[in-house]
């Protein structure tokens, strides 16, 4: 299984457009109970947009002390259920940044059944986040009918991160919205 290796920090950068300083720390203030400087997460993937990607890889998430030391902060600042979404929404911009490059991220307004829209790509993007492992399957059947639920009628992206102690994974597929039959 492939590896990549990638600095969280690096979506900053790759998203100038939008503040992910504090869903880099979120982010970090999760994964560093998984290792010291760096987090491996098993990345599942399916959907036709995705299948260049291929089916699974590994994505080594690395952070620096700056943001280490931000993200002690953090959890002593936040509840854990925003750390976790908004760590969630690190990775899910970090997987883009890297794998489908140029695609833009703009935040939907609430109630829009998704969490960015991708205007490049026509396609909603909906991301989550748990701690628990139990929790993936069901958390990605429902992000996808939610998504696929969105005003526009675009077709979607899921990214659901699971940073579970004994195995962090991230599952990420893309969802076609029904063809009639006179389409």
């Known amino acids: 299984m492939p590896t ?33 400087s760096s987090c491996e997460f098993e990345v599942e993937c399916s959907g036709e947009a995705l299948s260049a990607i291929g089916n699974e890889f590994r994505a080594r998430v690395s952070w620096n002390e700056l943001t280490e030391s931000k ?28 794998l489908i490059p140029d695609c833009r991220l703009r935040v939907t307004q609430h ?46 992206f899921v990214v659901v991160c699971c940073f579970d102690r004994r195995r962090p994974k991230i599952h990420w597929s893309h969802h076609r919205q029904e063809q009639t039959e006179h389409e």
């Open 111 to 156: 109630g829009d059944k998704a969490d960015f829209w991708l205007p490049d790509l026509h396609c909603a993007l909906e991301v989550s986040g748990t701690e628990h492992g139990k929790d993936l399957q069901r958390r990605c059947h429902d992000k996808r009918a939610q998504v696929l639920a969105n005003p526009l009628g675009w077709n979607g």
């Open 4 to 36: 990549f290796a990638w600095s969280i920090e690096e979506i900053i950068t790759a998203h100038p457009e939008l503040f992910m300083e504090h869903s880099v720390a979120m982010a970090v203030a999760l994964m560093k109970k998984h290792g010291r």
């Open 71 to 98: 993200a002690d902060r953090m959890i002593r600042t936040e509840q854990r259920k925003p750390i976790v979404e908004r760590a969630a929404v690190a990775l899910a911009a970090l997987l883009f940044a890297k």
